[in-house]
Nanobody
Framework: QEQLVESGGGLVQAGGSLRLSCAAS????????IGWFRQAPGKEREGVSC????????YYADSVKGRFTISRDNAENTVYLQMNSLKPEDTAVYYC????????????????????WGQGTQVTVSS
């Protein structure tokens, strides 16, 4: 019954912004690390940004630092990714993922993987 559902993807011009949402159902994120991964055709999956839900400790990939911001809403059991100054290189399917803090750390999860995954949402940035 544990589910992560992403929304907010779409088509945007370079320099534009999108806000992705990931809503968790069937479980509470209080004791989890949660974040965003992306995968483009012909490329390996990479961790984008992750957060510890309880205290808000964050990790960002070097490629998105200064442009993307991860946040969470405790009442809504939801995590967000604000994506600014988008580049064509950001084009990918973006996946929300989560794992128990007892089993991982926020940095380790963002650089390897997680236990629970959403279905993905497409982000396309045109030049």
């Amino acid at each position: 019954q544990e589910q992560l559902v992403e929304s907010g993807g779409g088509l945007v011009q370079a320099g534009g912004s999108l806000r992705l949402s990931c809503a968790a159902s069937g479980f509470t994120l209080e004791y989890y690390a949660i974040g965003w991964f992306r995968q483009a055709p012909g490329k390996e999956r990479e961790g984008v940004s992750c957060i510890t839900y309880r205290d808000g400790y964050t990790y960002y990939a070097d490629s998105v630092k200064g442009r993307f911001t991860i946040s969470r809403d405790n009442a809504e059991n939801t995590v967000y990714l604000q994506m600014n100054s988008l580049k064509p290189e950001d084009t990918a399917v973006y996946y929300c993922a989560a794992d128990l803090l007892q089993a991982t750390t926020v940095q380790a999860m963002c650089n390897s993987g997680a236990a629970y995954w959403g279905q993905g949402t497409q982000v396309t940035v045109s030049s």
